[in-house]
């Protein structure tokens, strides 16, 4: 089912800056963290009850006297799902799984790059609890309902072997698609990360076959960096999109 205007936050967390996304259903108040990689303490105040920074980007209320006008629900969450499981992504879930008591659903092709969170955030001078093991295995097409917050899983190999981007639809706006590292604004997700099985023929391809077909409109909410469209990047991403022409800025014009 898909949602009415939903509530969207997001939080910028870590040393590599990366966007942690929450999820509510204004109607329900069932809320999904999405890639909960650092900081959890911040994004638990906040969802509990308003205290602290808050997020950085938001479609909801900013404080908890907003919500109370909008006679928005408490909210419940209901699940944590992740994008990858590179450390930066993924290196705080057990904090927040032991916070709310709630599953992790990861693709199982990014079981083994998560057994290395704790000791590649280590190369980065920090101190991860023991990886968390994931409760549910994603499969490549399949939509999940976590509460009422459906998503559509799209299996998009390349950055990792078991990259997802999550397909939230939408009835009273453009649907949002939650892309890890597989797309940018402007860029596409490395591939040369050791053990991440890693390939951009794959990530080319995974990028036109399962997010190039999505409506033009939708928004792309990627790992790091600045928000972007489907229709934008599909015309003018230089390594995969339309602008790459026959040889392409970057020679992968093949791939448009």
């Known amino acids: 089912m898909a949602l009415s205007e939903p509530w969207i936050e997001h939080f910028i967390v870590g040393p590599l800056q990366m966007r942690c996304s929450v999820v509510t259903d204004r109607q329900s108040g069932d809320t999904i963290i999405i890639d909960g990689g650092d900081e959890p303490r911040r994004i638990i105040d906040w969802i509990d009850g308003f205290q602290g920074p808050g997020p950085n980007w938001t ?4 404080n908890a006297a907003a919500a109370g006008e909008q006679n928005l629900p ?3 969450v209901v699940a944590l799902v992740n994008t990858h499981a590179h450390f930066d992504h993924s290196g705080f879930i057990p904090e927040l799984q032991a916070h709310y008591q709630v599953d992790w659903y990861l693709h199982p092709d990014d079981d083994f790059l998560q057994t290395l969170a704790q000791a590649s955030g280590r190369r980065y001078g920090l101190t991860l609890p023991e ?3 994931a409760d549910h295995a994603f499969k490549s097409g399949e939509t999940y309902a976590f509460g009422s917050i459906e998503l559509k899983i799209l299996h998009t190999p390349g950055h990792t072997l078991g990259g997802c981007c999550l397909l939230l639809s939408v ?3 453009p649907d949002h698609v939650f892309v890890g590292d597989t797309l940018f604004a402007g860029s596409v997700g490395r591939t040369d990360i050791a053990n991440s099985g890693g390939d951009f023929d794959l990530l080319a391809h995974s990028i036109h076959t399962q997010l190039w077909p999505l409506d033009e409109a939708t ?4 790992g790091h960096g600045p928000l972007t469209t489907i229709g934008h990047e599909r015309r ?3 390594f995969v999109g339309d602008s790459a022409g026959a040889g392409g800025t970057y020679g992968f014009g093949k791939y448009a």
């Open 171 to 173: 009835s009273d706006g």
């Open 131 to 133: 990886p968390a093991v």
């Open 74 to 76: 408490e909210r419940t």
């Open 236 to 238: 003018t991403n230089p």
């Open 219 to 222: 928004v792309v909410h990627p």
């Open 59 to 62: 479609t909801g209320p900013e």
